[in-house]
């Protein structure tokens, strides 16, 4: 029979200071965390509420610190970030402000490159096939409508 690993709650909160330390985490992440290592309702709270405490844990950082890399990274829209911030249960106003410290103009670089890039790539003799492959594409990332349908009709 295999013993499950139990941790003090001393010990548990040095675990959890170095896995806040080592990324930015969500509250979710954290708590999901906790749960796996057998934590009690209690001690999760006793724990969670020391992170805060000790700024180990920040939600408007997090998520600053996600837009930052999904955008630059993974060139997701702001759609997509929104939905995914929504997802680890982000409030909405903190979802707000980290989508208001994106910079205009590499937000727009980062499309432009990509949709570029896709349009690029795509093979194909149907110009109707290959305009919605790019427009599939570019949504499926989270970028806003507007701007995939007008850079595909620039495009194609």
Known sequence: ?????????????????????YQERCHKEVREKLKTWHMIPEAIDVIMVHLLTENFLNEARFAEAYVRGKLRIKKWGRRRLTMELQRKEIHKTTIKMALSKI????YLDIFNTLAEKKADSIQGSNVY????????YLLYRGWESHLVYDKANMLF
Request: hydrophobic content about 25%; overall charge positive; aromatic content about 6%.
């Open 103 to 106: 910079d205009t103009d590499e």
């Open 129 to 136: 096939k290959n305009k919605k492959k790019l427009i599939d």
């Open 1 to 21: 029979m295999q013993t499950r690993k139990t941790y003090t709650l001393e010990d548990a909160i040095k675990k959890a200071e170095h896995y806040c330390a």
